[in-house]
């Protein structure tokens, strides 16, 4: 017992039985807030060394807009448009991110981005590629969750938090990163106009946005959830922050036609709608479809950068289906290839699987459905079968198709 009244912190001084917790060492002790206090010390002190943040970019190896088109382009097929302004907006991004470091006098200010397309067209998909290549946070959200604050659902304050998660909670790298909200769309307006009652999911929603889209500071609960007094806050500034939306806007493309329509007067005017292409009118897409939409006029303010992408045509579906560096069939190829079995397909399989993906109209998302119909009973089976090829026709395929309709069917 005399012994363990002499264990005691080296540093303070005080004994066992005075502290939570003593640390044994090799030749001492310290106790648990010494501990605490030695870490404050070195983390306010320690200067840090950019070259090992894995979110810090030397100006050198800041790649250029047709370099990250060019990466882009390695995993997305087409949608050229939505590329360039994308790789333009975060290289202007960065840009603005050295910029902080001097004292000129013009400011950049942010260009937040809000894409359109229908569903399968790779809004997505062009977010998370562009999340390999960037050297910022970077975080995909989902805006169907949030709600107006008090009510059942997510606040708009946890976009940022899942920012601070992938920054390990090192605010001033959040600060610097960049958000993409998914499904922008889902928040519009219920009505044509102001709702009377509350519009918790859809109007309220953009409200709560504008202070993040602009620039402000919020105060963000770390592990997300609702806030309350209670809780322990972090505070970070918007103001660097670039937010990128995507949305499919299911029937905006009656809002853009009733537009057009209206502005035909006259004989010149009607020979202009003739030069229109009907099969694609994502491409007249205005700021003012967007309010028409369910947007509020202040949001869309804040979204200066508007562009779209074209719906999939049967080459394009086609090249998404074999050409990327992560296509649909080389994903399958490499399952297999796990199990040491070859896989190979006919031609004719490959333009089934896009006639279906058109017939289904569910753009890139139907190729892969499709073709998982088609290869699930192989993938039950191969694995276990002692096979080392496995060669699929048309007619296999056809018949897997036919089953899984009829299984639909019979399920309905």
Request: net charge neutral; charged share 30%; proline share 3%.
């Amino acid at each position: 017992m005399a012994k363990q009244t002499l264990r005691k912190c080296n540093f303070c001084g005080r004994r066992e039985a005075e502290v939570a917790l003593l640390l044994t060492g090799i030749d001492g002790f310290i106790c648990d807030e010494c501990a605490e206090r030695a870490y404050e010390i070195i983390s306010e002190t320690k200067v840090s060394d950019k070259t090992d943040n894995k979110f810090y970019i030397p100006q050198e190896q800041l790649p250029k807009p047709k370099e990250i088109k060019e990466f882009l382009d390695q995993y997305v097929i087409g949608q050229d448009a939505a590329k360039r302004y994308l790789s333009v907006s975060v290289y202007n991004h960065y840009k603005r991110l050295m910029q902080q470091k001097t004292d000129d006098e013009v400011e950049i200010e942010k260009s937040n981005i809000i894409m359109v397309g229908s569903t399968g067209t790779g809004k997505t998909l062009l977010a998370k590629t562009i999340a390999r290549l960037l050297k910022v946070p970077f975080t995909i959200v989902d805006a169907t969750v949030l709600t107006e604050a008090g009510y059942v659902g997510e606040d708009i304050e946890s976009l940022l938090t899942r920012l601070l998660q992938v920054a390990d909670y090192d605010v001033e790298a959040a600060e610097r990163g960049i958000v993409f909200i998914d499904e922008i769309d889902k928040i519009a307006r219920k009505g044509d106009n102001p709702s009377i009652t509350r519009d918790v999911s859809g109007e309220g929603v953009q409200q709560g946005l504008l202070k993040l889209l602009e620039g402000s500071i919020v105060n963000v609960p770390p592990q997300g959830g609702r806030k309350h007094p209670e809780q322990k806050m972090i505070q970070v500034n918007t103001k660097n922050i670039l937010f990128i939306c995507g949305g499919a806007f299911d029937g905006i493309e009656k809002k853009i036609a009733q537009r057009l329509n209206t502005q035909v007067v006259g004989y010149a005017a009607s020979a202009k709608t003739k030069q229109i292409d009907k099969n694609n009118l994502l491409k007249y897409i205005a700021p003012q479809d967007l309010k028409s939409f369910g947007l509020i006029p202040e949001i869309i303010g804040r979204l200066p950068v508007l562009t779209y992408l074209q719906p999939l045509d049967r080459a394009t579906l086609r090249n998404i289906l074999t050409e990327p560096k992560n296509s649909i069939i080389k994903q399958y190829v490499k399952i297999f290839e796990i199990d040491q079995i070859q896989l190979t397909f006919d031609e004719e399989v490959l333009e089934y699987i896009v006639d279906k993906a058109i017939e289904f109209k569910l753009g890139a998302r139907g190729l892969r459905s499709i073709t998982e119909d088609i290869m699930i009973d192989a993938m039950f089976e191969y694995p276990s079968s002692g096979k080392r090829t496995l060669h699929i026709t048309l007619d296999y395929a056809k018949s897997k198709i036919e089953k899984a309709d009829y299984q639909h069917q019979k399920s309905e």
